[in-house]
C-alpha cells in the first residue's frame, strides 16, 4: 500500500514539474548554475518563474520576461537609455529635447535656440519695426505706434509728461536707492575671475529709436544716470566684486553728484575709455603690471551698465559684461533685467524670454 501510495505522489510530482517547465532549453541552462529548486521558484513575486525571468530579482512585466518598465513607455527598463522618463522607442526611450523650452521639440524646431510658438515651427514671429507686435498682426509693420508710425510728436509728448506726473503723484516716497542696490546686486560676480582691473563706464539714459520715434531721448525719465553713478554705489560694486575699480565714461560732458571725471594719460584705457577718477582712491593706486612689458590695461574687465525708462514705473537695465585682452575684446556677455515700481517696492519683472536669455560671444 505505502509502494502504490509513493508511486502515485511520484506520478503527480512528475506531471506538475513538467507542466511548468515551457522552454526546456532556458531551463536547463538555469539549472547548470543553480539548483532545480530555485529555478522553478519566483524569488520577485511576479508571477514569473526564475528560469524564463530575465530581471529575476526585480518585479517585472510578463510582456519584457519578467523586466520591468519604470516609466510605462513600453520599453523595457533594460533597453531604455531614460528609463526614469517616458520617451519614444525612436529616441531609445529619451524624450526629445527641447532646448528652449517652447513646446516644439528640437528636431521639428526651426529655431531650436530661441523661443517660439509651434504654429510657426518654434520660431519667433518677425516683428520688423520692434514696436511689440508680430509683422503677421501689424497693419504697419515697418511704423511702431500701434504699428503705425506717431506723427503728432507734441501730442505724445504731452501725454508722456503726464504720465509721469501721475506716477510722481502716486508714488511720492519711491525708493530709488532700493532700486541702485537691486541693480547692484544683479552684478555677476563671477565673470572677472582673475582681472584685477574692472572699468566702469556709463552711457546717457535714453530709450533706444527706432524708425517713427518722435524723439530720440525718453521725455519723461524716472530714474536716470546720476541716480546710480555716485560714489556710493561704485564702492558697492567695488566691495562687491572684490575687484580694483575705474571709471569710464563714452562722453566728456559725464556729471553725477559727487564724482569728477578728467583725462588721466597715465592710466589712459586705449579704446575702450580715456578717462579716470580724479578722487583720491585706493584704486588706480594698487595696481600692478603683470610684466615691465604690460601695461594693467592689456588684461582686465569692463562692466557697462545702461538704464531705459518706460511707463513711469518701470526701469529696464542692460548689463553688458566685456573681458579684454590687450585692448581686445575676447569674451562678451549681456544680461537684460526689468523692474517694476510695484507697492512700493521695486520688483523684477518677467520679461520676455529671448531678454532672459543670456548671450554668450566667444571669438
Known amino acids: 500500500m505505502k509502494i502504490k501510495a509513493s508511486a502515485v505522489l511520484f506520478f503527480v510530482m512528475s506531471c506538475f ?9 532556458a531551463f536547463e541552462k538555469c539549472t547548470k548554475e543553480n539548483s532545480r529548486r530555485t529555478c522553478l521558484s519566483d524569488q520577485d513575486n511576479d508571477g514569473i518563474l526564475f528560469y524564463l525571468d530575465q530581471c529575476p530579482n526585480v518585479q517585472g512585466l510578463s510582456e519584457f520576461k519578467g523586466c520591468p518598465d519604470s516609466d510605462g513607455d513600453g520599453i523595457p527598463d533594460t ?19 527641447d532646448a528652449d523650452g517652447d513646446g516644439t521639440i528640437d528636431k521639428d524646431d526651426v529655431c531650436p535656440t530661441v ?3 509651434v504654429e510657426n515651427n518654434g520660431c519667433p514671429w518677425p516683428d520688423t519695426d520692434g514696436d511689440g507686435i508680430p509683422d503677421k498682426d501689424d497693419p504697419c509693420p ?14 505724445a509728448d504731452r501725454k508722456e509728461e503726464q504720465r509721469l506726473e501721475r506716477f510722481k503723484n502716486e508714488s511720492k516716497d519711491v525708493n530709488f536707492e532700493k532700486l541702485t542696490h537691486k541693480i547692484i546686486l544683479g552684478i555677476d560676480k ?6 584685477d582691473l574692472i572699468v566702469l563706464t556709463s552711457h546717457i539714459l535714453a530709450v533706444e529709436a ?19 553713478w555716485t560714489m556710493g554705489s561704485i564702492n558697492q560694486i567695488s566691495d562687491l566684486l572684490k575687484k580694483n575699480i575705474s571709471l569710464g565714461s563714452a562722453y566728456q ?8 571725471i578728467e583725462y588721466n594719460a597715465e592710466f589712459g584705457l586705449k579704446n575702450i575709455s580715456k578717462f579716470a577718477y580724479k578722487k583720491k582712491m585706493k584704486h588706480l593706486e594698487t595696481l600692478k603690471k603683470g610684466s615691465p612689458t604690460e601695461s594693467f590695461t592689456d588684461h582686465y574687465g569692463m562692466l557697462m551698465i545702461t538704464f531705459t525708462n518706460e511707463l513711469g514705473n ?4 542692460h548689463y553688458t559684461y566685456t573681458l579684454i585682452n590687450k585692448a581686445k575684446p575676447f569674451r562678451k556677455k549681456e544680461v537684460y533685467t526689468t523692474y517694476k515700481y510695484v507697492g512700493n517696492e521695486w520688483k523684477v519683472m518677467e520679461t520676455k524670454e529671448e531678454e532672459q536669455k543670456i548671450k554668450i560671444y566667444e571669438d
Open 190 to 195: 563671477n565673470f572677472y575671475p582673475d582681472k
Open 314 to 317: 518701470i526701469v529696464k537695465v
Open 115 to 117: 523661443n517660439g510658438p
Open 79 to 97: 533597453d531604455d537609455h531614460c528609463f526614469e522618463v517616458a520617451g519614444p522607442l525612436e529616441n531609445k526611450g529619451c524624450p526629445w529635447p
Open 142 to 155: 515697418t511704423g511702431n505706434t500701434n504699428g503705425c508710425y506717431d506723427s503728432n510728436c507734441s501730442e
Open 210 to 228: 527706432r524708425a517713427g520715434d518722435c524723439r530720440r531721448e525718453n521725455p519723461a525719465q524716472v530714474y536716470q544716470g546720476k541716480n546710480f
Open 17 to 25: 514539474h513538467a507542466q511548468e517547465i515551457t522552454d526546456k532549453n
Open 253 to 260: 560732458s559725464f556729471s553725477s553728484p559727487d564724482i569728477d
